[in-house]
């Protein structure tokens, strides 16, 4: 393997780990994140909604 294909693997690698530590992050810390508001938001917009039925 001469430097021309190492540097080329090396690149490959470096945007591969990139990625994958992207989908991890965005798995592990931002979908729930965004999940929980969504939920939170609906359920108050929902309890709103019986209270202003009860009046």
């Known amino acids: 393997m001469d430097l021309s294909q190492f540097s080329g693997f090396l690149v490959f690698?470096?945007?591969f780990?990139?990625?994958?530590?992207l989908m991890i992050f965005l798995i592990t810390f931002i979908i729930p994140y965004w999940l929980i508001g969504y939920f939170r938001e609906s359920w108050k917009y929902r309890k709103?909604?019986?209270a202003e039925?009860?009046?």
């Open 48 to 50: 709103e909604g019986k």
């Open 13 to 15: 690698l470096t945007i």
């Open 17 to 21: 780990t990139m990625g994958f530590w």
């Open 53 to 55: 039925r009860k009046k």
